[in-house]
C-alpha cells in the first residue's frame, strides 16, 4: 500500500467533537490500548489530519490527485507523532511506530524468516509464511477474525514488520495453509514510514 514515499496533501487540525469520536473508535478496535490512551491520545492534546492521496503509479500521483481518483487515507498525528492511518472504507489502524511503543496491545501473529524479504518489499502476506515451522498463529480460543487488525513479528526479531486487515481468520489459515492472507499494509522502510511530518 505504501510502497513510494507519500506527499501529504494537506493538514488540518481535528475538531474537538471528532477528536473525540476518533479516540472511541481507536479504543473499540484495539482495547489493548485502554491503558496507554493518555499517553498515546490525551484528551487536551491537539490531534491533526493529514490527508494523503497514494496512487498505485507514483509517477502519476499529482495527475491522480487532480482527478480525485487514487485512494484516499487520512493519517491522525500530535505533534508531528504519526498515529494512526485511516482508509476511506477501513477501520484505524495504529501506525508502526506507534505499535513498537506498545507491542502488546495490537493482536499479533508471526512469520518465518523466508518471509521477511517478501513482506518488506511490500508483497502480500502469505498463508505458509504463518504456518510453517517459524511461523506462529494464536490458539483456537484467541482466534483473530477476517476482518481484523494485527501484527505481524518476524521469527528471530523482536519488533513488528508489517500491520494490516486479514483477509482470513487464522483457523482459516491453519486449515487451508496457503493463499494470500493479507493484501497490503504498512511495513517497515515503507512510505508511510519513510514520509516526513515535520
Known amino acids: 500500500m505504501f510502497k513510494k514515499d507519500i506527499p501529504p496533501s494537506n493538514r488540518s487540525k ?3 467533537s471528532v477528536q473525540r469520536g476518533l479516540r472511541q473508535r481507536f479504543l473499540d478496535t484495539y482495547p489493548g490500548f485502554e491503558p496507554y490512551i493518555e499517553e498515546v491520545l490525551p484528551k487536551k492534546a491537539q490531534l491533526d489530519a493529514v490527508k494523503l492521496y497514494i496512487s498505485p503509479f507514483p509517477f502519476l500521483h499529482f495527475l491522480f ?24 472504507d477501513g477501520p484505524p489502524i495504529p501506525h508502526l511506530k506507534l505499535v513498537h511503543a506498545y507491542p502488546e496491545a495490537v493482536p499479533t501473529v508471526q512469520i518465518d524468516r523466508g518471509a521477511i524479504r517478501f ?10 509464511g504463518l504456518t510453517s515451522a517459524g511461523g506462529q498463529l494464536p490458539e483456537k480460543e484467541h482466534e483473530i477474525k477476517a476482518g481484523e487488525v494485527v501484527a505481524v513479528k518476524a521469527e528471530g526479531k523482536d519488533t513488528v514488520c508489517l500491520i494490516g486487515v486479514l483477509k482470513a481468520g487464522t483457523e482459516e489459515i491453519k486449515e487451508k495453509g496457503k493463499g494470500v492472507v493479507m ?10 514510514w519513510r514520509m516526513s511530518l515535520d
Not at 490527485?65 to 476511506?88: C, G, K, N, V, W
Not at 493484501?183 to 508511510?192: M, R, S
Request: a negative charge; charged letters at 15%; aromatic letters at 8%.
Open 119 to 128: 513482506v518488506l518489499s511490500g508483497a502480500a502476506l502469505m498463508a505458509p
Open 65 to 88: 490527485q487532480a482527478m480525485h481518483s487514487p485512494e484516499r487515507t487520512t493519517l491522525y498525528t500530535i505533534d508531528s507523532t504519526p498515529l494512526f492511518y485511516q482508509p476511506m
Open 14 to 16: 481535528v475538531k474537538s
Open 183 to 192: 493484501d497490503e499494509g504498512h511495513y517497515l522502510g515503507d512510505g508511510l
